[in-house]
């Protein structure tokens, strides 16, 4: 079964732009979550979507959205980029019951640089 | 809120060494617990977890135990490998909330000599 894939891998994007990132869950996962690495504030969570809907929210500004398509695909978009958007994203998938103990399992992540 | 603390790296050991990473954790309830790997230029992977009081997670060689009474999801391996280098990640999900989000610790870099 293929794993999450990310798309693109790569980013360089200059201040103030917007970007879309786009994240494909494992075939039967329909609960996707997105997370922020850098190297100061580490790994942090973003939001989770399930069944199209928003389910969770991490305390990021709102220039920070996502989506969640019919086929669980999902996208975030960051407006008004910053010098601080520069991180590792990564997305994660889940079979999507909501329960604490479900596993969530990473793709390889889209690395965005903002000059 | 929630949180999750580790042991500062970088760790550095020769092959064959033991390894312990500790992890500890504040929490209402009866969170879930992971151990999850970061090779250079990857993403993350599931090393092992635990749901409940007293569990052993393992895999790979790697075992840690849930202790509900220290608050505690310590990571070991008896005999580690020059390929165990990757930065190693505790995380804990809460029942109290809407989901399945993960808090992470800053994560504790291994690196294996041989």
């Known amino acids: 079964k293929a794993g999450v894939t990310q798309t693109p891998r790569y980013l360089i994007k200059t201040r103030g732009q917007q970007v879309t990132l786009s994240c494909s869950p494992i075939s039967g996962h329909r609960s996707v979550s997105w997370y922020q690495q850098t190297p100061g504030q580490g790994l942090q969570f973003l939001f989770e979507?399930?069944?199209?809907?928003?389910?969770n929210k991490g305390n990021f500004p709102g220039r920070f959205s996502g989506r969640q398509f019919s086929n669980s695909r999902s996208e975030m978009n960051v407006s008004t980029l910053e010098l601080g958007d520069s991180a590792l994203y990564l997305c994660?998938?889940?079979?999507?019951?909501?329960?604490?103990?479900?596993?969530?399992?990473f793709g390889p992540g889209t690395r965005l640089l903002v000059l | 809120g929630d949180s999750v603390t580790q042991m500062e790296g970088p760790v550095t050991l020769s092959e064959e060494a033991f390894l312990t990473i500790n992890c500890t954790y504040t929490?209402?309830?009866?969170?879930?617990l992971f151990w999850y790997v970061q090779y250079p230029g990857e993403g993350l992977q599931l090393l092992l977890k635990a749901t409940k009081a007293d569990d052993k997670g393992s895999n790979k060689g790697f075992e840690a135990t849930y202790r509900k009474e220290t608050t505690s999801f310590h990571l070991e391996k008896g005999s580690v490998q020059v390929s165990d280098s990757a930065v190693y990640f505790c995380a804990l999900s809460s029942p109290n909330q809407a989901g399945t989000a993960l808090i992470f610790g800053k994560g504790t870099t291994l690196s294996v000599s041989s």
């Open positions: 929490a209402t309830g009866y969170p879930s």
């Open positions: 979507y399930f069944s199209e809907t928003q389910r």
């Open positions: 994660a998938s889940s079979l999507g019951a909501g329960r604490h103990q479900e596993t969530q399992y």
